[in-house]
């Protein structure tokens, strides 16, 4: 099946080149440091690139075959790369918090002029509402703003922000399978694909980072994909832990109390600064449970896939 192909021929393009960057970006410098491990090795940044590449192999394989649904395809694609950008540009010029933020609406304008999705959405206790020509003009790049920021804020863990891709993306990949909606199945197990292949590289200790240009895309596509799909509601509970961490972020920054960023490793168990206020999803966990580096991320993909199992519970039965 075509879905399941583009998996494989993302994974195996990431596969293939991830070494070739590793050995690339270390050669030219661009590393950053494992804050988490004793010795603080420089390991080579910016390896999101990777996945870039092998999720458009996977993406570029499926037009061979595609013949309708192709507009949106390229509008998310095209909203990835620029996402990939600016994500590249934060990894090599450092961008203000606040400017990240904001930068994300740009990338969202390819889906804005196509007028990607339905422009109505079912709310619990409310209903369906309609909202016109506000859902390209403030609902797509909210979206987008927010989704990618939010898998960009939920890392700094070796495999956590790509393993949480991986289940994320594959969950909705499966729904859209189920669905019959080609399009977001053929962009979802891209990226999910090309994420398992990197996680490889990235899982602890890790060799390679994806850095900012990895989770933006991560974000991007994930955002991109539940949006030509009028998946919006389910997108929002898969990833449910990546919205909490970035409103407890988003919420420190408006109350401009800048903390020490990174906990510190004490034999071998993550000890969070000493603040009177949450600021982040994994300050929260590693204040209540004695955690390694391992068992915060083990945890973030639990509770990403305990809610992307949830959802896919309800669509299992429907499509048997």
Request: glycine share 10%; hydrophobic share 55%; charged share 10%.
């Amino acid at each position: 099946m075509l879905e399941f192909s583009v998996f494989a021929v993302s994974l195996i393009v990431t596969f293939i080149i991830t070494p070739i960057f590793i050995r690339k970006l270390k050669k030219a410098g661009i590393v950053g440091t494992d804050i988490h491990k004793k010795d603080k090795p420089k390991i080579p940044e910016m390896g999101g690139l990777a996945i870039l590449f092998g999720f458009s192999a996977g993406v570029l394989f499926s037009i061979l075959f595609v013949a309708t649904d192709l507009v949106q395809i390229f509008a998310v694609l095209i909203s990835i790369l620029l996402l990939g950008i600016i994500g590249v540009c934060d990894d090599i010029f450092g961008i203000r918090q606040r400017t990240k933020i904001i930068l994300p609406v740009f990338a969202a304008i390819p889906l804005m002029v196509i007028q990607a999705g339905v422009h109505s959405m079912s709310l619990p206790f409310i209903g369906r509402i309609e909202f016109g020509i506000l859902y390209p003009l403030l609902l797509i790049p909210l979206g987008i703003t927010v989704v990618s920021n939010s898998f960009n804020m939920l890392a700094g863990y070796n495999g956590m922000e790509v393993g949480s891709g991986v289940i994320a993306c594959g969950a909705i990949g499966l729904i859209a399978f189920m669905l019959g909606n080609s399009a977001v199945a053929i962009l979802m197990f891209s990226m999910s694909g090309a994420c398992l292949a990197f996680l490889y590289f990235n899982r602890y200790p890790a060799r390679i980072f994806p850095g900012d240009v990895g989770t933006f895309s991560i974000g991007a596509a994930f955002a991109g994909a539940v949006i030509i799909g009028n998946m919006e509601g389910i997108g929002a509970i898969i990833i449910l832990p990546h919205i909490i961490n970035g409103l407890m972020t988003i919420i420190d920054i408006i109350r401009g109390k800048p903390i020490k960023k990174f906990s510190e490793v004490k034999d071998g168990v993550l000890v969070p600064p000493k603040t009177q206020h949450v600021n982040t999803l994994y300050f929260f966990l590693e204040r209540r449970f004695k955690l390694t580096e391992k068992g915060i991320v083990h945890l973030v993909w639990l509770l990403t896939l305990i809610f992307a199992l949830a959802v896919l519970s309800i669509y299992f039965p429907l499509n048997i």
